[in-house]
């Protein structure tokens, strides 16, 4: 059963996750953007995106594949957060140091298999590549060209990405609250302090599974080892 304090965890990870996709949209179809055209800037990409006349124009390419990052986000959010109880209440044990960064593998890797799907028709949406019109189009393209296994082109660089993002996470965010917020643990200023420094040794450390990942789901023909031997080319 989900106790009390995770069903509260719970619906703040989906509003929070809810909002977050829907305002840093932009900055995920940047990265995507950049990630497939290494020779281009972040700005070379946000002045071809701010030149349209149009200004719909230039919010609806802002914040293209936003349907599927949210299509994304719910059921991830919920995934996660039941998957990374029921883990710990299995462990049974002080959740610190390496129980951490297992356990936390443990829950991202059962989210990413569920979310996958809708991971890659929203990186394949920011592309720009392939003129998807609903997520449910998008499904019945990749299907009927590769099957179910379509769906799931990138997963083993996700894996690479989310399980060791999930674990880093936890262990530096767990770390950081005992060790300078030892007496003030549940203050706002612990919170976003180690959420903060945690996301950006996890973002920074994944970041090259990332990359791969992108171009694997875009790209067509190319499996992980192709990716990386034409990264370092």
Known sequence: ???ESVSVSLVGGLCSGT???ILFQPLDFIKTQLQL???ESMTGVCKKVLSQENRATVIRNLWVGLNPSLAKTVPGVACYFVSLSQVKRLYGGDV???AAVVLGSVARIITAAVVQPFSLIKTRYESGRFGYRSIAGAVMSVTSEDRIRGLYRGFLPTLFRDAPFSGIYLAVYTGIKRNLFSQ???TIQATGVSGSVAGLVAA???HPADVVKTRIQVEKGGGSG????DLYR
């Open 1 to 3: 059963m989900v106790t």
């Open 19 to 21: 909002i977050c996709t």
């Open 37 to 39: 055209k290494p020779a």
């Open 96 to 98: 610190s140091g390496l």
């Open 184 to 186: 003030r643990q549940d």
């Open 204 to 206: 920074t450390l994944t």
């Open 226 to 229: 192709n990716v990386v031997r």
